[in-house]
Every structure is written in C-alpha cells, then in structure tokens.
C-alpha cells in the first residue's frame, strides 16, 4: 500500500548536490569581491588621486563609499555584476535547501507510514 509513496531518493541527492554547488560559487565569488574591495583600499590608499589634502583618505572613507561602490567606472561595473551573481546564488541556495527540507518530509512521512503498517505497538 505505502510502497508507492517511496521517496525518489535521486532528487534528494541531485539537491544536495545543487546546494553544493551554490555554496562553493558563493564562496568563489565572495573571494572575487573580497579581491576586488582590497585591490580599492590599496589604490585609494596610494593613488594621489583620491588625495585629500595631500593625505590618503581615513579608511572609515574608503569603508562607507569606494568599497561600496567602487572608485572607479571599472570596478562600479564588476562590483555591480559580482554582488548581483552572489544575489542570484543566495537564490538557488535557498530554493536548493527548500528542496533538501522537502525530499527529507517526504522521506520522513514514508517511514512513519512504513512504521504504522507493521502495527507495531508499544508497550
């Protein structure tokens, strides 16, 4: 009777292996980003561009704005698409756990109906 609601054990690995794959391009791309922030705080640092008054400027600076943004139309641009690929994977990240947390329900209510057919009794 319960035998056909046997979980497909297949989709569970295939989101197992999905939310692996997300978390290591998270990873990748935050070490993209994590590049790109310091290569900004060394050039706003050297450059005398960003100068002010013929001294770098106060890191708490660099902090609240060129490492949000960028400091230049280059790095606005990759920042731009690094943070918008790392939204997108925080997305399949968590539509991969969803998935994870419903093959395990699945799995979870096959067992208890496995369970119930033998009649087992306590006591």
């Known amino acids: 009777m319960?035998?056909?609601y046997i979980p497909d054990i297949s989709?569970?690995?295939?989101?197992?292996?999905?939310?692996t794959q997300c978390t290591?391009?998270?990873?990748?791309?935050?070490?993209?980003?994590d590049a790109l922030v310091?290569?900004?705080y060394l050039e706003c640092t050297r450059d005398n561009k960003f100068f002010i008054n013929g001294k770098p400027p106060a890191?708490?600076?660099i902090s609240a704005s060129y490492a949000v943004v960028g400091n230049s139309a280059e790095t606005t641009d990759k920042?731009?698409?690094l943070k918008s690929q790392l939204f997108s994977i925080a997305k399949e990240?968590?539509?991969?756990?969803?998935?994870?947390?419903?093959e395990e329900m699945k799995l979870s209510l096959y067992?208890?109906?496995?369970?119930?057919?033998?009649?087992?009794?306590?006591?």
């Open 38 to 40: 310091a290569n900004i």
């Open 24 to 33: 290591y391009m998270q990873q990748v791309l935050n070490a993209e980003l």
């Open 79 to 81: 920042m731009g698409q």
């Open 111 to 123: 067992q208890t109906m496995s369970a119930n057919s033998r009649n087992v009794v306590d006591g």
């Open 2 to 4: 319960f035998e056909e």
């Open 59 to 61: 890191i708490s600076l």
């Open 11 to 19: 989709a569970y690995l295939e989101a197992w292996q999905k939310l």
């Open 93 to 102: 990240t968590s539509n991969a756990k969803a998935e994870i947390k419903v």
